[in-house]
């Protein structure tokens, strides 16, 4: 449930009509003169068009999760050798497009002044909802009006290619743009002007790196286009600017910790409410040692972390055999605020208490503290997280930008210190790399990225993006567009450096924290210690070192499998023998 819903009788009675199959013919009833003879009908309605929007639970802090970024208890479906089929594939869905139809064409014959900003809205909401089956389905059919029973040309039609979806999903946006009056919005939960651009900038570089990357498509030339308009629609948004708090190493964090969103930075976000009892569970997925993902960062992406001087970490010859407790030392002010390390406290009963990793919750070492209150202890394990949850914020706005002009080969340094010297200054990182664009490759980025990237500029705007948006839910969509999604099942699910078997003090306040065994487990006297068995064994949901008895940490999740065919699901068996005009997704026949 989002508290920007204003759910009333009247938005209950619409649904009842609305939310049904595309087949099914809407009811002209006295409930429909009532919704579409006033603003006020029509703004009910379209309230109930933001359940689009990325649900708290598993829309936002949970989307990297598979990713290249995070190792995570267990192996999601979407990698997991042989679970995704045609019979097991989702997402077919399409009454939440019909609902959007029969409001446009209500709508447009209504004679009510001011109609105009809500039809932006509706616009704006379809181009959302065609983008995601577009990503998740490529070619799929383009309806823009509902369906009567008797429509079989419609109804046992074949799919419209995604590149027309794509152009006529920018048309609506376009229309929403134009059309939606609201500017701004003091709650951060409205669709505006800015949201609408803003999710612009994210849809145009999606669809212009596909176009560039997929190069199956032949479509490699009209890429440009799509960069340029992301560009030209950045510049349009104002209003916004970076969140700097009282110190910088708390500027990022507070964004993500507020019940109230920033206005400062965030263009959009689910604000949830304690005393209607509506909450996440982000707390208890990121600290709970039996609930949810159990995610961790992997040492592989932490690696990329600058030093605060702007410098590569991995430039340092011995950056592989650095212990937790050395490497977490003068890098970007993000990694602080998303992980636990040194000083990180928690208020336990109200006394603040200093709490390094856990192995008991975390499988690498770098456990998240990103969306989760270090105050909120008491409901950890009751996910009772009140957080707002931002959906879209001016930091992605700006990554979005500068990737763009990355790929146009039109950045300037002046544009480079705009966007991401901006957010590394944010970050406390000092030096040339906050003005001057980078002239030459980082050999670490480039052989994390498998060689398929080597420009300085590009490669550096996504070391950004990733350090500034994990945990967004954006990374996998990434890794998609960017044809890397090798990445999924190579990317090494590793931890910090441990130098030998032992006990080690992970934050350095004088308590050890774990002690890594094999055979039997030690005594301990430290009832918080965590003790981590690393006898060799094969079996999935294990820990070990990469050299048996001292190295990495290596944690296996059990087998990822990533197959080309994977870029687009299948067609749902159930809607192809309905429809077999659909055809079917390469790879899955």
Request: aromatic share 12%; proline share 5%; charged share 25%.
């Amino acid at each position: 449930m989002k508290t920007f819903y204003y759910y009333t009788l009247m938005v209950v009675a619409v649904m009842s009509f609305t939310a049904c199959d595309l087949e099914e013919i809407p009811v002209d009833t006295a409930t429909n003169q009532a919704i579409f003879g006033s603003t006020s009908g029509m703004e009910l309605y379209t309230n109930s068009f933001y359940d689009i929007l990325p649900n708290t639970d598993v829309g936002v802090f949970q989307g990297d999760d598979v990713s290249d970024l995070v190792a995570r208890n267990g192996v999601d479906d979407f990698l997991a050798v042989g679970a995704l089929s045609p019979v097991t594939s989702s997402g077919w869905s399409w009454s939440n497009l019909r609902n959007i139809n029969y409001f446009i064409e209500n709508a447009e014959n209504s004679t009510v002044a001011g109609k105009e900003h809500y039809l932006g809205i509706a616009h704006f909401f379809r181009a959302l909802f065609y983008f995601d089956k577009v990503q998740r389905f490529g070619d799929v059919p383009w309806i823009d009006k509902t369906i009567e029973v008797t429509d079989s040309i419609t109804l046992e039609g074949p799919r419209t290619s995604r590149f027309e979806v794509m152009d006529k999903v920018l048309s609506d946006l376009n229309y929403a743009i134009e059309n939606i009056t609201l500017t701004s919005d003091p709650t951060c939960t409205r669709i505006t002007q800015n949201v609408a651009r803003a999710y612009k900038t994210r849809i145009c570089l999606y669809e212009a790196s596909l176009r560039k990357y997929h190069t199956s498509y032949n479509m490699q030339g009209t890429a440009g286009t799509w960069y340029q308009e992301v560009v030209n629609t950045a510049n349009d948004i104002t209003g916004f600017i970076l969140h700097k708090g009282a110190a910088d190493d708390r500027s990022y964090r507070e964004l993500f910790i507020t019940r109230n969103p920033y206005t400062d930075e965030t263009i959009l976000a689910v604000a949830l409410n304690a005393s209607l009892q509506v909450f996440s569970s982000a707390n208890r997925r990121f600290i709970s040692p039996t609930y949810g993902n159990r995610p961790s960062l992997t040492r592989h992406f932490v690696n990329t972390y600058l030093n605060l001087d702007g410098e590569p970490f991995t430039d340092d010859p011995a950056y592989k055999t650095t212990t937790f407790d050395e490497e977490v030392k003068n890098r970007d002010l993000r990694l602080k605020q998303t992980i636990r390390l040194g000083d990180y406290r928690r208020t336990e009963n109200a006394v603040p208490v200093i709490a390094p990793p856990n192995f008991n919750q975390t499988v690498t070492g770098y456990q998240p503290i990103k969306w989760c209150y270090d105050e909120r202890f008491p409901y950890d394990d009751e996910s009772r997280n009140d957080n707002a949850h931002i959906i879209m914020r001016w930091a992605e706005v700006l990554l979005n930008k500068a990737e763009a002009m990355a790929e146009l080969g039109t950045m300037t340094d002046a544009d480079w210190a705009a966007t991401i010297g901006a957010l590394r200054e944010r970050a406390g990182i000092t030096g040339p790399t906050l003005t001057s664009m980078p002239a030459s490759a980082d050999p670490y980025l480039v052989d994390y990225y498998k060689g398929k990237f080597t420009d300085p500029v590009l490669l550096e705007v996504m070391r950004e993006r990733a350090v500034e948006l994990v945990f967004e839910g954006l990374r996998p969509d990434d890794l998609k567009r960017w044809h890397i999604g090798e990445l999924f099942e190579e990317a090494p699910m590793n931890g910090m450096y441990v130098p030998a078997l032992g006990e080690y003090d992970l934050n350095e306040d004088g308590i050890n924290d774990v002690v890594f065994y094999q055979g039997t487990k030690p005594a301990g006297s430290n009832p918080t210690i965590a003790f981590v068995d690393v006898s060799p064994s094969s079996a999935a949901g294990r820990i070990q070192l990469s050299n048996g008895t001292s190295g990495e940490v290596l944690w296996n999740p059990g087998v990822r499998e990533w197959l080309d065919k994977k870029y687009l699901y299948p067609i749902p068996e159930a809607d192809r023998t309905m429809n077999p005009a659909l055809g079917q997704n390469p790879g899955w026949e």
